[in-house]
Each structure stands twice: as structure tokens, then as C-alpha cells.
């Protein structure tokens, strides 16, 4: 078993040789084919996981960025919501201080023309009491102290009748 054999020895180099030939130009070609197509799918596959990282990165960022600006679009519109709310609470309260200002106007002048009229009557009813006290004076000619207690004493009747608490 140990002996060694030089013809078995070159049939078995020769052998081994050949199926190696055969291997190196049936077997090995398909093989180390199909290992570099497995090989160029996996870094096809990496590339491909590396290139939708990236596009999914910078979409991120893109989604960020929209986000930030639909916030900020946020905070403007309710900013510009608060000025315009608070615009018409100034013009509203404007229009009530304007509309109260005339109110009181109105009602001033109101005053001041029934005090007017009020004066004029008072005024006519002054001309009339003197008109009928003098005219009462002339029907009695009497001394000071009688025309003095003839008009108070008129002055008292028109009183207690009601006439000149119409004026």
C-alpha cells in the first residue's frame, strides 16, 4: 500500500490532469459565472438599497422642509387671522363710540331745544303774568304796598289754579 507505482502514479496524474482539464473548461466556467452573477445581483441589490436610502433620505428632508413650511404658513394665517379679528373689533368699537357720540349729540341738541322752548315759554307766560298785573294795577290804582299785595295775591291765585304750573 505504500509501495509506490510509477505508472499508477502518472495514470493518476494524468487522470487527475485531464478531469481537471474537463472541470476547468465545463465545470469552472458556469460556475464561476453563476458566482459572479450572484455576486454582480447582490451588489446590484446593495446599490439599488444604497440609491433608495438616499432617495429616501433626501425625500425626508423634502418632507421636513414642507412640514417646516406648512407650519410657518400655519403661524402666518393665524397671525394674519388675530390682526383682521383684531381690525374689526377696532373698527366695530370705532363705529360704537362715533354712533354713541351722535347719540349723545342728538340728545344735547334735543335738550337744549326743548330748554329753548321751555325758556320762550316761560318767557311769554312772564309777559302775560306782567301784562295781567299791570293790567289788574291799572283797574285798581292803589298805593305801592297795594300793587304789591294785588300782584302777589294774583301771582297766588294762578298758582293754586294750575296755570302757571304750566310754565
Do not use: C
Amino acid at each position: 500500500m505504500f509501495d509506490l507505482n510509477l505508472g499508477l502514479s502518472v495514470w493518476t496524474t494524468l487522470v487527475f490532469l485531464s478531469l481537471l482539464g474537463i472541470l476547468w473548461k465545463f465545470a469552472w466556467g458556469p460556475v464561476l459565472a453563476a458566482v459572479d452573477a450572484r455576486e454582480s445581483g447582490i451588489q446590484d441589490t446593495l446599490d439599488k438599497a444604497a440609491h433608495e436610502r438616499e432617495e429616501a433620505a433626501k425625500l425626508l428632508a423634502e418632507h421636513k422642509q414642507q412640514m417646516a413650511e406648512a407650519r410657518r404658513q400655519q403661524q402666518q394665517l393665524i397671525a394674519e387671522g388675530k390682526e383682521a379679528g383684531e381690525k374689526v373689533r377696532q373698527d366695530i368699537e370705532e363705529k360704537a363710540r362715533a354712533e354713541g357720540q351722535a347719540l349723545i349729540e342728538r340728545a344735547r341738541e334735543s335738550i337744549e331745544r326743548e330748554k329753548d322752548a321751555a325758556l320762550e315759554a316761560l318767557r311769554k307766560e312772564s309777559v302775560d303774568l306782567a301784562l295781567a298785573a299791570a293790567a289788574k294795577l291799572m283797574q285798581a290804582n292803589l298805593d305801592d304796598s297795594s300793587d304789591r299785595a294785588l300782584v302777589m295775591g294774583y301771582i297766588e291765585d294762578l298758582s293754586g289754579s294750575g296755570e302757571g304750573a304750566q310754565a
